[in-house]
């Protein structure tokens, strides 16, 4: 995969889930439909290229204990949230309305072991590696040090409220551009080059 693409279109993804996001709630209500579907799936399109983008970024801070726990820790957050998005669009399309979804998730709530694996803990390892690996290529000046600022603000932004997401991804695409660069430039290992 094309690092240089990830690094891009991975904040890109998410600025459309959080536009798209913010429209479905026109109506004051968020889901069942369409909007609720290609929303998520564009999150979930993003995810994908996050583990790219976190394998991408352990090897650029040289592989060492740190980063491999941090791009693992980042890695298990996007299971997290594979499943956590999973859960959302199926449950858009199996309720008829909103409050109907609202039953399923409470559902799903119910079952031990699922609040905090999909919904709590799990997510937040998400943040939490990505974060670890920019801070670590921060300190190792392989970044600027507003990189990791940036990547906090993305971070943050969603927790204070949603709507914000479309302006935490901007950040996000603002501190990974030259993280693109670097990637692009940096030498490939050689088995990649086999």
């Known amino acids: 995969m094309n690092s240089r693409f990830a690094f891009i279109a991975a904040p890109v993804l998410v600025f459309g889930y959080g536009v798209i996001r913010i429209l479905d709630g026109l109506d004051g209500s968020r889901g069942p439909g369409l909007a609720w579907t290609s929303g998520h799936l564009a999150f979930m399109a993003a995810l994908v290229l996050f583990v790219h983008i976190f394998w ?6 040289g592989g060492n204990a740190l980063s491999t726990v941090s791009a693992v820790a980042g890695t298990a ?3 997290a949230l594979l499943a956590q998005f999973g859960i959302d669009i199926a449950v858009g399309f199996l ?3 909103h409050a109907g979804m609202s039953v399923l998730f409470e559902q799903v709530k119910s079952v031990p072991g699922v609040p905090f694996a999909v919904y709590g803990g799990g997510p937040i390892l998400f943040y939490l590696g990505q974060l670890a690996l920019v801070g670590q290529l921060a300190a190792m000046r392989r970044v600027k040090a507003w990189t990791p600022v940036l990547v906090l603000a ?3 932004l969603p927790f204070i409220d949603k709507d914000l997401i479309p ?3 901007l950040c996000l695409l603002v501190s990974f551009i030259p993280l693109a660069r670097t990637a692009a430039a940096a030498p490939r290992p050689a088995a990649a080059l086999a």
Do not use: F, Y
């Open 56 to 61: 991408q970024m352990r090897r650029m801070a």
């Open 77 to 79: 957050g996007v299971v």
């Open 95 to 97: 309720a008829a309305d």
């Open 154 to 156: 993305d971070l943050v």
């Open 167 to 169: 302006l935490g991804s």
